[in-house]
């Protein structure tokens, strides 16, 4: 069974900076790409950036780049995303993905931005 568990997940002000991880099991980890998507209240599913299997390349929308890293360890079957410069866009649900339209995704870690 697919496992995919986000954490990290708060509130900040605009600027600020927060890091998410996912924890993945329960299928192999190193044959798939990894994604993160979000969901703002009100909205649909948004994809925010992947990662290749081996982690070396990434990809990311355009909301988001240049401000969010992704990086995976495969060592430990996790993936993060590194958020930095938050804006008040940026509030939402953010989920850990096996695919890029979020399909099969973990329960979710939310992010507040407000001052």
């Known amino acids: 069974e697919v496992q995919l568990v986000e954490s990290g997940g708060g509130a900040v002000q605009p600027g600020g900076s927060l890091r998410l991880s996912c924890a993945a099991s329960?299928?192999?980890?190193?044959?798939?790409?990894m994604h993160w998507v979000r969901q703002a209240p009100g909205k649909g599913l948004e994809w925010v950036s992947s990662i290749t299997h081996g982690g070396s390349e990434q990809y990311y929308a355009a909301a988001v780049k240049g401000r969010f890293t992704i990086s995976r360890d495969n060592t430990k079957n996790m993936v993060y995303l590194q958020m930095n410069s938050l804006k008040p866009e940026d509030p939402a649900m953010y989920y850990c993905a096996q695919d890029q339209r979020g399909e099969v995704r973990g329960q979710g870690t939310q992010v507040t931005v407000s001052s």
């Open positions: 329960g299928f192999t980890f190193t044959h798939y790409y």
